[in-house]
């Protein structure tokens, strides 16, 4: 016989609902990345913005060996001290616009 949705599969006992548990409150605004990320600047074309591109290694899904992918962020440069060919270090932030989510928080390499 087929228990409808309102009836228990336990007879005779009492649903018991369960306490809620305590979460951690979320963040007021979700960053792209937790940790400073690192690359080279490829263009300050842009008013108090450094366009940085930014490499990583992953595993290729068939051949199973390790390929460079490139990705470019858009990080907000108050000084406007990049060049393009430093080496610089992005920390996250709060959105600044549709595409900047991070700021340049140090130059590491000068471009020669």
């Not at 990080?75 to 610089?88: L, M, N, P, Y």
């Amino acid at each position: 016989m087929a228990l409808s949705m309102a009836q228990s599969a336990f007879t005779g006992a009492a649903l018991q609902t369960r306490a809620p548990t305590a979460r951690a409150a979320a963040p007021a605004f979700t960053v792209r990345a937790a940790q400073s990320l690192q690359g080279r600047v490829v263009s300050t074309a842009q008013h108090k913005t450094a366009v940085v591109e930014v490499y990583t290694l992953q595993m290729h899904p068939v051949y199973q060996k390790r390929v460079r992918v490139t990705t470019k962020y858009q990080a907000h440069d108050e000084a406007e001290q990049c060049q393009v060919g430093d080496t610089v270090v992005l920390a996250p932030s709060r959105p600044l616009s549709k595409n900047k989510r991070f700021t340049v928080e140090s130059i590491v390499k000068k471009a020669q």
